[in-house]
């Protein structure tokens, strides 16, 4: 079955470098997200993408976050100026539609750490 | 602003016990609502989805029902097994992209 794959599964930056977080959507699907789930803390939702553009974004991102589908198979989030709460693991997920009935499909999850 | 909140945070059960699993929502302007599992340090994975026009959705030992008028949707696991241990998550979503989740309910299935 096919999934969404991201990398790294771990990173490890120091606070205040800069950190890109990959993902592969599953290949047939048009719309991509970014979650993040803060440790002990809920699923939050980042960020939307479709059609090359940012449909919704959340107030958590803000300017230090951006997003980009640099070719027709890699789906990646950027971090320019890591803090330590920005400690989380960060979720890709996509779905074919936004219909009612279209799921959205997650990967593994990167586990960021900011030293 | 949309809150889903999961009762109890934790459950153990006996192997074989039935286990019911429920979120609540706010918002009544529900698109669908899914359920997820996830594993202690994995990502999620969808076991469900429940459009707003349907009352339950069924996946071999796993049902979830969905009541909009009281803001709730249970899910049940038949027949429990060890195998089932994890942290069960429930995610609101309302026209729009973003799914809204729930604290989990973490699952112990006990041999």
């Known amino acids: 079955e096919p999934e969404v794959t991201q990398t790294p599964s771990h990173q490890v930056t120091q606070m205040g470098q800069e950190v890109i977080l990959r993902c592969v959507p599953i290949?047939?699907?048009?719309?991509f997200y970014w979650y993040r789930q803060i440790l002990g803390q809920k699923v939050e939702f980042l960020v939307s993408?479709?059609?090359?553009?940012?449909?919704?974004k959340s107030e958590i991102f803000d300017d230090q976050f951006s997003v980009e589908r640099p070719d027709g198979s890699n789906f990646t989030l950027k971090i320019r100026s890591t803090k330590l709460e920005d400690s989380a693991m960060y979720f890709c997920?996509?779905?074919?539609?936004?219909?009612?009935?279209?799921?959205?499909?997650f990967g593994d999850g990167t586990r960021l750490s900011i030293l | 602003k949309q809150e889903v909140t999961q009762i109890p945070a934790a459950l153990s059960v006996p192997e074989g016990e039935n286990l019911v699993l429920n979120c609540s929502f706010t918002d009544s302007a529900i698109y669908n609502l899914q359920w997820f599992r996830q594993d202690p340090g994995k990502g999620l994975t969808s076991l469900l989805l429940?459009?707003?026009?349907?009352r339950e959705q069924t996946s071999g030992r796993l049902n979830a029902s969905l009541d909009k008028s009281s803001g709730r949707s249970t899910l049940y696991i038949a027949a429990s097994q060890p195998g089932d241990s994890a942290t069960y998550l429930c995610?609101?979503?309302?026209?729009?992209?973003?799914?809204?989740f729930g604290g989990g309910t973490r699952v112990l299935v006990k041999p």
């Open positions: 290949s047939n699907h048009l719309y």
């Open positions: 995610a609101f979503k309302a026209a729009g992209n973003k799914l809204t």
């Open positions: 993408f479709y059609n090359n553009e940012i449909s919704e």
């Open positions: 429940i459009q707003s026009s349907q």
């Open positions: 997920a996509s779905s074919q539609g936004q219909g009612s009935n279209q799921p959205q499909h």
